[in-house]
């Protein structure tokens, strides 16, 4: 989008005037001129770039770190579920079984205890 737009900007001011766009841009000129200067900035041309279906390289790039970081992230994640998985498998079988709740006596187990006294 940027070398686009260099090889547009005939003044070389950095923006486009309505004479330096092509015509289908000058057909929405005023629309993509959110500012109303009479020019189309970098940022206003990225805008209207995205809203039509066409991102620019730098959005692109900024996409595909963010997917690289996600993957990253799952990969980290996985890894670590690997380890932890096998750091339990090299337990031994006793130190795997859940912990058990000791079992509270019952009433009918208090009462029992207490027939067996007399």
């Known amino acids: 989008m ?3 737009l260099q090889s547009l ?5 950095g923006k486009l005037s309505k004479s330096e766009a092509p015509e289908p841009l000058q057909q929405r000129f005023e629309k ?4 109303k200067d009479g020019q189309l900035d970098r940022s206003e041309l990225g805008k209207a770039a995205k809203a039509f279906g066409r991102e620019t390289p730098d959005a692109t790039a900024r996409h595909a770190e963010i997917g690289k970081r996600v993957r990253e992230a799952r990969e980290r994640a996985a890894e670590k579920q690997r380890d932890r998985k096998q750091e339990i498998e ?6 795997k079984k859940p ?3 000791e079992a509270q006596p019952s009433e009918t187990d ?3 205890a207490d027939v067996k006294k007399d």
Do not use: G, V
């Open 2 to 4: 940027a070398r686009h």
């Open 9 to 13: 900007d005939q003044d070389k001011d």
């Open 32 to 35: 993509i001129d959110t500012n």
């Open 90 to 95: 090299k337990r031994p079988a006793e130190s």
């Open 99 to 101: 912990l058990q709740k």
């Open 110 to 112: 208090e009462k029992k």
